[in-house]
């Protein structure tokens, strides 16, 4: 019974520590701060569909300062919304919400809107998740619009109506190898940092309206008893077949999945199912077993669609922020809003400014919940219930990524950080990463996957005051977080110091999983007579 008790005491303590580390400042130094950017019908990008894209790179930059300003740190953005693409596919054609017209390539010629749209969300430190609907494959039953390349004019069989769209048949393996190769060439040919799904595996159920899939269960079920199981076990075999083709072609890229914000209800399943009472909810309707995706480490993240306010009797937002992060399996757990409900008259409940900004500080007080996503980015660009200025006030502070350290990527080496001079824009701070010399290193750095995975991903620069290293996680602590891709060069101005004034500066190098190299060298210098003097 003594021990007993100490080993619910343990059990306690483990679970109020990291509550109180976080709970130090007002920002914890790892937050993930994302934005869902939707294409499909255009509700987010680009706002008119047209052929030149002149207008639309700028409004996408457009679009990325605002989410600078706010401090969001990751964009997830639909790249295929219905077996379409926002980029020149060799399995699918053009998608219309780009350019229009389905199959039309975009003004002028050679132009890859979705490496544009990477580079420049790279250019100002933030992650890039491709997102892809898997089984969509329209949103309407128009077929004679649908390009001569789109899948269902050259594989009839592959698909199945339902409701009002067309799907692709989860059971058929050609639409695994499909699917797979879709994703294959988007991580060979692009820079993303992450794949990622949404909530919809087999579509939310019609009342009054079976999925037509009877007859295929009763021609391929082998051994399985029954058709959930049998639905459920088809859309494992497409995830653990898409995560292993992510890994073994880019072992750095994520992949990730937003499903429904219920796994299952208490009622279906007491012993593990959730204090709710969801209408459908992911494994009993959808067919997607998350917890076992987690589990045998098949995905690197997940976003559960929370969007719940706190206090909904049905599915309590706290009540199931506290489900997730017990059910999260080790894995990166991120928390869904839904922003487009702020505001919204016919919901007294959304006409609270405070819901949002409760939220994500409910998030920062949850031991394994490591930041937010937001759907979607015209909600938040709207400013509804100054939601946008809360956000400013939120994430004003910069803060890095969560780490993913099971994603095995290697830790880099100290930067060296050189003299720091004073200058007409500031304190100059310059260092370059440090790399080893000769032999088969030099050969192999050279090669796009050997420097992917080795050079420093982005740079943190922490200031501190005084001639000492400081608190490390003390957000406050940062100065700069550079942009991604960093050269290995690097110069950054400070231009807030005193007269008088000892600081000391420190540079880190980040990997793509997220993880600091060593600390560099220390410079101290002191600012007297408009110049900086160097500190021992």
């Known amino acids: 019974m003594r021990n007993l008790i100490k080993i619910q005491l343990l059990l306690f303590l483990f679970c109020i520590i ?17 934005v869902w950017v939707a294409t499909v019908v255009n509700i987010d990008y680009p706002p008119k ?15 990325l300062e605002d989410f600078k300003q706010m401090g969001i740190n990751a964009v997830i953005f639909q790249v295929r919304p219905a077996a379409d693409a926002f980029y020149e596919s060799s399995f699918e054609p053009w998608s219309e919400y780009l350019t229009g017209t389905q199959g039309l390539a975009p003004e002028p010629k050679g132009y890859d809107p979705l490496e544009f749209m990477i580079e420049e969300a790279h250019k100002r430190g933030m992650e890039f998740h491709a997102w892809l609907n898997p089984y969509r494959a329209t949103f309407n039953l128009d077929t004679i619009n649908l390009a001569y390349k789109h899948p269902l004019n050259k594989h009839r069989d592959w698909f199945i109506k339902y409701g009002k769209r067309y799907y692709f048949k989860p059971h058929k393996h050609q639409v695994r190898d499909h699917i797979t190769n ?8 692009y820079d993303v940092d992450a794949i990622h799904f949404d909530d919809y595996f087999y579509p939310y159920k019609i009342q009054g309206l079976p999925f037509p899939d009877a007859q295929d269960f009763e021609q391929t079920k082998g051994a399985i008893g029954n058709i959930e199981d049998w639905r459920r076990q088809n859309v494992d075999l497409l995830i653990q077949q898409v995560s292993e083709k992510i890994k073994e072609v880019k072992p750095h890229v994520q992949f990730g999945i937003s499903p429904f914000g219920v796994w299952r209800n208490q009622s279906a399943d007491p012993r593990f199912g959730s204090n709710t009472n969801a209408g459908q909810t992911c494994f009993d309707d959808l067919y997607a077993d998350v917890l076992k995706w987690m589990r045998n480490e098949w995905i690197d993240y997940i976003v559960p669609q929370l969007y719940w306010h706190i206090g ?12 997730w992060a017990k059910n999260a399996f080790g894995r ?19 006409l609270n400014p405070s819901e949002i900004p409760n939220q994500i500080q409910l998030n920062r007080a949850t031991f394994n919940t490591q930041g937010s996503a937001f759907f979607s980015a015209k909600s938040i660009r709207n400013n509804p219930l100054s939601l946008k ?10 803060v890095l990524h969560p780490e993913m350290k099971f994603l095995n990527i290697p830790i880099n080496k100290a930067p060296n950080l050189k003299k720091v001079k004073m200058s007409e824009y500031g304190l100059k701070i310059s260092w370059h990463g440090k790399k080893k ?11 796009k996957e050997y420097s992917d995975r080795n050079k420093p991903y982005y740079y943190v620069v922490y200031k501190f005051e005084g001639d000492k290293l400081g608190d490390i996680e003390n957000p406050q602590n940062i100065l700069k977080i550079t942009e991604f891709d960093s050269k ?3 110069t950054i101005y400070d231009p807030n110091f005193e007269e008088g004034q000892t600081v000391t500066y420190y540079v880190t190098g980040v990997n793509r999983q997220h993880t600091e190299g060593g600390f560099s060298n220390r410079r101290t210098v002191k600012v007297k007579n408009g110049k900086a003097k160097k500190r021992k």
Request: aromatic fraction near 14%.
């Open 49 to 63: 569909a047209a052929k030149n894209t002149g207008v639309q790179k700028y409004e996408y930059i457009n679009m």
């Open 182 to 189: 879709v994703i294959e060439e988007i991580v060979r040919k």
């Open 332 to 350: 990166n757990l991120y928390i869904g809003h839904a922003a487009y409900k702020v505001g919204d008259p016919k919901n007294l409940d959304w």
């Open 488 to 490: 290995q060069n690097y």
């Open 437 to 447: 010399k000769g032999g088969l290193f030099n050969f192999l750095r050279k090669t």
């Open 312 to 323: 909904f009797n049905v599915a309590d937002h706290k009540t199931l922020v506290d489900w």
């Open 18 to 34: 990291p509550q109180d580390i976080y709970g130090q400042y007002d920002t914890p130094k790892r937050e993930f701060r994302g």
């Open 389 to 398: 200025d809360s956000l400013i006030e939120l994430y004003k502070k910069p």
